[in-house]
């Protein structure tokens, strides 16, 4: 096999080869000389030895080469400052100009990505259509003495494989100034198998100095990867991760002195480091000593050319404020900004302004009073002033508000500081970063527009005044209120950051560009003592120039409540006590205010909260929204999931204690234009529980899990409703799901209702359209967020809208708008719209209705049913089936019918009846008629048809032919003579013609 020949078999070998030149050819070629070949090393065999054979730059272009002898052991290396003479195989020095570091190689020049590594990206979902094409671009980027990685979603990798002879490290400088970007450095053998070291993940710069990093390396075969990875989905352009000066220990032996860069020098034998150039001096490759630049000229430390100075202007000084004398006047100074880098001698050129003006100084800060002397001095404790006057004792009944209230620069106070410090080295020339102005502190033009000017201010602890009540609902202990102002011509930031100390901040703010006069207020939850830093930067661009020295930050303002060891500017009103030693201010209970009128303390009225750190006067306490209540201490109102929705005289009534747990949920994938997956992610703790908030949000970025445990905690937010971005782990590489960005979007409850505008708040109906024929009003939870940001500066808002669908058991689903994918159409008022069976009202008795059945064999059932769809749940039960006794219908109509049948006989007989009654007296009637016409003495005539004196009455009569019975009737009505009278036929025979009068 190829690889099992022992190099001992390789002399032989080489002797055949030779040979075989020689014979063949040799009148052809001519013979080499030293330049035509080079020296080097046979691998090492299993005795750890090895051959020094001759190797021709030109095969086949000479013959005679030495040949082949012993070398030295493998273990075998030169000292630092020394090189290997491969043809005398000894150790020599190297010469001026030149450097060597022995065992080591070094890479300071990155012009080029030098030979030997290999510059790589790829995209983080390589499942994903075109991801190769997307990151081709996105690799790290020579920028001449470092090398920049990429700044968006694609993994950058910078890889360098080096075999060590013996034990060795590996060490290089770097600026990580962006945690949004996730960098780290490991090693892998040849097996590809990492090496386990505690140094995977690197620790953020601060402060734009350079960190230097340094790894145990193993003897053997290592690849070094430098990798980079975007995680700042969605937000600003972060900075790129630098590297300098790479440095390799380990390897077998160097052949040559390598010359000094540009910029740096030696002048010593032996020298295993060259020297940088300074300032305003200049060398060439390989130099010897630092020239020095034309007085016309100027250049950096460690350049390697001169730079042509260009004419002063305004832009090229400043001015700064002395401290007030005593007559309260101040001399305004000009400077040169340090480098100076202009000339005053060439035409066009301005002078520096005559120093010296004197101006009246600003008046005191409040709480601080005029000395005798000069300057101002503090009013101890129990004392205020506005600082204009003499410090002034509290009058009984009043407490010290303490804090500081910076608002006049005479001077930097005593616990604020200005530093500068530079990109590539430390320091900017002795000058400070910022410079009072009277009214406003802005910064300066110190050095290059990339350097870091910061602004810091210590603050030994946090406590709120003695009357205050210790509200454990809200964190909040006291507050910073700055008012600032940037006025930009490139990109420009500044940062506001917070932590325990100046060099351990983080930040909490960033604006960037021109940005008008404005006030930004972080609050305060913690009393321990905290830094506040403020950093602007004129440029992020790595090129060291002074192109934008106009621009500026300025602040006009600094106000910081409850400060330990603060200084009072007012006093406020307390609660008194009468004690043996006089009166004193105590503390209210929970859920009290102070009565200013009798400085003591009264409880709130009901359904009222307490304002944070608003304490005095009856009006400190809040009435509380729609549908909510306040809890036992008065610090906050909150909903107990319960809720009564009424309607003219109908209610409903809504019990959401399913939903008092702490629901999340993840939004539909999103991409950003490399095409990475990513997720929004909502906590949401609806209501109950006291008012406590549930939801909670963490940066685990940040975590000391990936970072250095000195560095801080992570970022947490924990409110009603929170938000965080999330990276599945298989993209990133981490054991679990990266969250970054947590944003607080509600941590107070305004109220609850089934109208779509509270306190400002709109939750248009039409960002969750519902059906045509909704029977019920959705339920609207309102939130707000007191945490101000650039763009929302009156904080965030949120709705949570309850909609009954008693097909989603349980938790149900939420859903964020169609046409807002993010949540928010304005970045500022998020909207949620949750549904599921439990935000039905209670069911009552109006949700369902009966059904009665027929009577069966004596027994009728009711049936009880809910009315469909059924939008209820719990509440009243549905009645159980009722079964009752009845009588059937078939009793009855037996009963109707007989009862029909005899009235009906009833009144045909009692007809008849009447009708034969009438007929006779109507013939009596026409009786006496025909008598009362006789003459007198005249006896009647005779008259068959009358019934004669003595004939029965109730002689039946007797018609003359037979007829039925509706026949008779008829012949009854309608038969009557010409006299009116009918013609009643008797027993006789005799006819009614015969009868007639």
Same mark, same amino acid.
């Given at each position: 096999?190829?690889?099992?020949?022992?190099?001992?078999?390789?002399?032989?070998?080489?002797?055949?080869?030779?040979?075989?030149?020689? &014979?063949?050819?040799?009148?052809?070629?001519?013979?080499?000389?030293?330049?035509?070949?080079?020296?080097?090393?046979?691998?090492?065999?299993?005795?750890?030895?090895?051959?020094?054979?001759?190797?021709?730059?030109?095969?086949?272009?000479?013959?005679?080469?030495?040949?082949?002898?012993?070398?030295?052991?493998?273990?075998?290396?030169?000292?630092?400052?020394? /090189?290997?003479?491969?043809?005398?195989?000894? =150790?020599?020095?190297?010469?001026?100009?030149?450097?060597?570091?022995? *065992?080591?190689?070094?890479?300071?020049?990155?012009?080029?990505?030098?030979?030997?590594?290999?510059?790589?990206?790829?995209?983080?979902?390589?499942?994903?259509?075109?991801?190769?094409?997307?990151?081709?671009?996105?690799?790290?980027?020579?920028?001449?003495?470092?090398?920049?990685?990429?700044?968006?979603?694609?993994?950058?990798?910078?890889?360098?494989?080096?075999?060590?002879?013996?034990?060795?490290?590996?060490?290089?400088?770097?600026?990580?100034?962006?945690?949004?970007?996730?960098?780290?450095?490991?090693?892998?053998?040849?097996?590809?198998?990492?090496?386990?070291?505690?140094?995977?993940?690197?620790?953020?710069?601060?402060?734009?100095?350079?960190?230097?990093?340094?790894?145990?390396?193993?003897?053997?075969?290592?690849?070094?990867?430098?990798?980079?990875?975007?995680?700042?989905?969605?937000?600003?352009?972060?900075?790129?991760?630098?590297?300098?000066?790479?440095?390799?220990?380990?390897?077998?032996?160097?052949?040559?002195?390598?010359?000094?860069?540009?910029?740096?020098?030696?002048?010593?034998?032996?020298?295993?480091?060259?020297?940088?150039?300074?300032?305003? &001096?200049?060398?060439?490759?390989?130099?010897?000593?630092?020239?020095?630049?034309?007085?016309?000229?100027?250049?950096?430390? !460690?350049?390697?050319? %001169?730079?042509?100075?260009?004419?002063?202007?305004?832009?090229?000084?400043?001015?700064?404020? *002395?401290? =007030?004398?005593?007559?309260?006047?101040?001399?305004?100074?000009?400077?040169?900004?340090?480098?100076?880098? =202009?000339?005053?001698?060439?035409?066009?050129?301005?002078?520096?302004?005559?120093?010296?003006?004197?101006?009246?100084?600003?008046?005191?800060?409040?709480?601080?009073?005029?000395?005798?002397?000069?300057?101002?001095?503090?009013?101890?404790?129990?004392?205020?002033?506005?600082?204009?006057?003499?410090?002034?004792?509290?009058?009984?009944?009043?407490?010290?508000?303490?804090?500081?209230?910076?608002?006049?620069?005479?001077?930097?106070?005593?616990?604020? @500081?200005?530093?500068?410090?530079?990109?590539?080295?430390?320091?900017?020339?002795?000058?400070?970063?910022?410079?009072?102005?009277?009214?406003?502190?802005?910064?300066?033009?110190?050095?290059? @527009?990339?350097?870091?000017?910061?602004?810091?201010?210590?603050?030994?602890?946090?406590?709120?005044?003695?009357?205050?009540?210790?509200?454990?609902?809200?964190?909040?202990?006291?507050?910073?209120?700055?008012?600032?102002?940037?006025?930009?011509?490139?990109?420009?930031?500044?940062?506001?950051?917070?932590?325990?100390?100046?060099?351990?901040?983080?930040?909490?703010?960033?604006?960037?560009?021109?940005?008008?006069?404005?006030?930004?207020?972080?609050?305060?939850?913690? #009393?321990?003592?905290?830094?506040?830093?403020?950093?602007?930067?004129?440029?992020?661009?790595? $090129?060291?120039?002074?192109?934008?020295?106009?621009?500026?930050?300025?602040?006009?303002?600094?106000?910081?409540?409850?400060?330990?060891?603060?200084?009072?500017?007012?006093?406020?009103?307390?609660?008194?006590? #009468?004690? #043996?030693?006089?009166?004193?201010?105590?503390? %209210?209970?929970? !859920?009290?205010?102070?009565?200013?009128?009798?400085?003591?303390?009264?409880?709130?009225?009901?359904?009222?909260?307490?304002?944070?750190?608003?304490?005095?006067?009856?009006?400190?306490?809040?009435?509380? !929204?729609?549908?909510?209540?306040?809890?036992?201490?008065?610090?906050? =109102?909150?909903?107990?999931?319960?809720?009564?929705?009424?309607?003219?005289?109908?209610?409903?009534?809504?019990?959401?204690?399913?939903?008092?747990?702490?629901?999340?949920?993840?939004?539909?994938?999103?991409?950003?234009?490399?095409?990475?997956?990513?997720?929004?992610?909502?906590?949401?703790?609806?209501?109950?529980?006291?008012?406590?908030?549930?939801?909670?949000?963490?940066?685990?970025?940040?975590?000391?899990?990936?970072?250095?445990?000195?560095?801080?905690?992570?970022?947490?937010?924990?409110?009603?409703?929170?938000?965080? *971005?999330?990276?599945?782990?298989?993209?990133?590489?981490?054991?679990?799901?990266?969250?970054?960005?947590?944003?607080?979007?509600?941590?107070?409850?305004?109220?609850?209702?089934?109208?779509?505008?509270?306190?400002?708040?709109?939750?248009?109906?039409?960002?969750?359209?519902?059906?045509?024929?909704?029977?019920?009003?959705?339920?609207?939870?309102?939130?707000?967020?007191?945490?101000?940001?650039?763009?929302?500066?009156?904080?965030?808002?949120? &709705?949570?809208?309850?909609?009954?669908?008693?097909?989603?058991?349980?938790?149900?689903?939420? #859903?964020?708008?169609?046409?807002?994918?993010?949540?928010?159409?304005?970045?500022?008022?998020?909207? /949620?719209?949750? $549904?599921?069976?439990?935000? %039905?009202?209670?069911?009552?008795?109006?949700?369902?209705?009966?059904?009665?059945?027929?009577?069966?064999?004596?027994?009728?059932?009711?049936?009880?049913?809910?009315?469909?769809?059924?939008?209820?749940?719990?509440?009243?039960?549905?009645?159980?089936?009722?079964?009752?006794?009845?009588?059937?219908?078939?009793?009855?109509?037996?009963?109707?019918?007989?009862?029909?049948?005899?009235?009906?006989?009833?009144?045909?007989?009692?007809?008849?009846?009447?009708?034969?009654?009438?007929?006779?007296?109507?013939?009596?009637?026409?009786?006496?008629?025909?008598?009362?016409?006789?003459?007198?003495?005249?006896?009647?005539?005779?008259?068959?048809?009358?019934?004669?004196?003595?004939?029965?009455?109730?002689?039946?009569?007797?018609?003359?032919?037979?007829?039925?019975?509706?026949?008779?009737?008829?012949?009854?009505?309608?038969?009557?003579?010409?006299?009116?009278?009918? %013609?009643?036929?008797?027993?006789?025979?005799?006819?009614?013609?015969?009868?007639?009068?």
């Amino acid at each position: 096999m190829c690889g099992d020949t022992s190099p001992h078999l390789l002399f032989p070998l080489l002797l055949f080869a030779t040979s075989f030149r020689l &014979t063949f050819g040799q009148n052809e070629l001519p013979i080499c000389k030293e330049s035509d070949y080079y020296f080097e090393y046979t691998e090492c065999d299993g005795r750890g030895m090895r051959w020094r054979v001759a190797v021709p730059h030109v095969p086949g272009k000479c013959l005679g080469l030495p040949e082949p002898i012993n070398g030295t052991p493998c273990a075998f290396s030169c000292e630092a400052g020394q /090189f290997l003479d491969m043809k005398e195989q000894l =150790c020599k020095d190297c010469i001026v100009g030149t450097y060597s570091l022995g *065992t080591g190689i070094e890479f300071n020049e990155w012009v080029t990505v030098p030979p030997g590594f290999v510059n790589s990206a790829t995209a983080q979902d390589a499942s994903l259509e075109n991801s190769a094409e997307n990151c081709t671009m996105s690799k790290w980027t020579p920028e001449g003495d470092f090398i920049a990685s990429n700044n968006d979603e694609c993994t950058a990798a910078l890889m360098y494989a080096v075999t060590l002879k013996q034990s060795g490290k590996v060490s290089f400088e770097y600026l990580y100034p962006d945690t949004t970007i996730l960098f780290k450095f490991f090693v892998q053998n040849d097996q590809c198998q990492s090496i386990d070291n505690e140094h995977k993940w690197m620790k953020k710069t601060e402060r734009n100095q350079w960190n230097r990093q340094t790894v145990q390396l193993n003897q053997g075969n290592n690849v070094l990867y430098w990798q980079t990875t975007r995680f700042s989905l969605g937000m600003k352009q972060p900075k790129p991760v630098l590297i300098r000066n790479i440095l390799i220990t380990g390897v077998a032996y160097t052949s040559e002195c390598f010359p000094c860069k540009p910029g740096t020098f030696n002048a010593k034998r032996g020298s295993s480091r060259c020297e940088i150039c300074q300032r305003n &001096t200049y060398s060439p490759r390989g130099a010897t000593s630092c020239l020095a630049c034309h007085k016309d000229q100027y250049s950096e430390p !460690g350049q390697g050319t %001169c730079k042509q100075r260009q004419p002063c202007s305004e832009k090229d000084y400043f001015s700064t404020h *002395t401290p =007030c004398d005593s007559e309260g006047q101040t001399q305004i100074m000009y400077k040169w900004i340090e480098p100076k880098l =202009c000339s005053e001698d060439v035409m066009g050129a301005v002078k520096l302004p005559e120093s010296g003006a004197k101006m009246p100084c600003k008046p005191c800060n409040p709480g601080f009073a005029p000395a005798n002397t000069t300057g101002c001095q503090p009013c101890p404790f129990g004392f205020y002033s506005d600082g204009s006057e003499v410090c002034t004792k509290c009058a009984v009944g009043t407490e010290p508000i303490q804090g500081f209230e910076y608002k006049w620069w005479n001077t930097l106070p005593k616990n604020m @500081d200005s530093s500068c410090f530079s990109g590539m080295e430390e320091g900017c020339g002795g000058m400070n970063g910022w410079e009072v102005a009277g009214d406003h502190v802005h910064s300066t033009v110190a050095g290059a @527009d990339n350097n870091y000017l910061m602004l810091s201010m210590a603050v030994h602890g946090f406590r709120p005044p003695q009357s205050a009540i210790v509200n454990e609902d809200n964190r909040e202990i006291a507050r910073i209120t700055f008012i600032f102002e940037t006025v930009c011509s490139a990109d420009c930031e500044l940062h506001f950051r917070v932590g325990p100390t100046t060099e351990n901040t983080q930040s909490v703010e960033l604006w960037s560009g021109s940005r008008e006069k404005q006030s930004y207020t972080y609050v305060i939850e913690r #009393s321990s003592p905290l830094a506040f830093v403020w950093t602007f930067q004129r440029t992020t661009s790595f $090129e060291e120039s002074q192109k934008y020295s106009s621009d500026v930050a300025k602040i006009y303002s600094i106000n910081v409540s409850n400060v330990v060891g603060g200084v009072a500017s007012h006093c406020g009103p307390c609660a008194l006590e #009468s004690t #043996s030693s006089g009166s004193l201010c105590v503390t %209210c209970a929970s !859920g009290q205010y102070v009565n200013k009128e009798i400085s003591k303390c009264q409880a709130c009225p009901p359904n009222t909260h307490l304002k944070p750190h608003h304490f005095v006067g009856k009006e400190s306490c809040v009435p509380c !929204g729609p549908g909510t209540q306040s809890n036992l201490n008065h610090s906050l =109102c909150y909903n107990d999931c319960r809720f009564v929705y009424r309607e003219g005289q109908k209610s409903w009534e809504y019990d959401f204690s399913p939903l008092s747990n702490l629901t999340s949920f993840t939004s539909e994938p999103r991409f950003t234009p490399k095409g990475v997956r990513f997720f929004h992610h909502f906590n949401i703790g609806l209501c109950g529980n006291q008012g406590r908030k549930l939801a909670s949000c963490v940066d685990n970025v940040t975590l000391d899990e990936f970072f250095d445990e000195g560095e801080g905690f992570a970022r947490s937010v924990t409110s009603y409703i929170c938000q965080s *971005t999330l990276v599945p782990s298989d993209l990133v590489g981490f054991r679990t799901v990266m969250s970054s960005h947590p944003i607080n979007l509600a941590d107070h409850l305004i109220g609850v209702t089934t109208q779509t505008e509270l306190d400002n708040i709109k939750a248009a109906a039409d960002l969750f359209p519902s059906g045509k024929f909704r029977a019920l009003p959705d339920t609207i939870f309102y939130y707000r967020s007191t945490e101000s940001t650039q763009t929302c500066k009156n904080g965030r808002a949120s &709705t949570v809208r309850l909609r009954c669908k008693p097909g989603n058991v349980g938790s149900g689903t939420i #859903s964020v708008p169609k046409k807002c994918q993010e949540g928010t159409c304005d970045g500022c008022t998020f909207h /949620f719209l949750w $549904e599921t069976a439990e935000a %039905c009202p209670l069911c009552s008795k109006s949700d369902y209705h009966e059904i009665v059945a027929a009577c069966i064999n004596g027994i009728q059932k009711t049936t009880y049913l809910w009315w469909e769809p059924k939008l209820c749940k719990g509440g009243v039960a549905l009645p159980e089936q009722r079964v009752s006794t009845c009588k059937t219908i078939d009793f009855f109509l037996k009963i109707g019918i007989i009862t029909g049948t005899v009235t009906a006989c009833l009144l045909i007989a009692t007809t008849c009846y009447f009708y034969k009654k009438n007929r006779k007296l109507e013939y009596k009637y026409s009786k006496l008629i025909i008598n009362a016409s006789s003459k007198d003495g005249e006896l009647p005539a005779v008259d068959s048809c009358a019934i004669m004196e003595g004939e029965d009455m109730e002689d039946d009569l007797i018609f003359m032919s037979k007829k039925s019975l509706f026949g008779k009737i008829k012949s009854i009505a309608v038969k009557r003579t010409a006299d009116g009278f009918d %013609c009643v036929p008797l027993k006789s025979s005799s006819g009614c013609a015969d009868m007639e009068l």
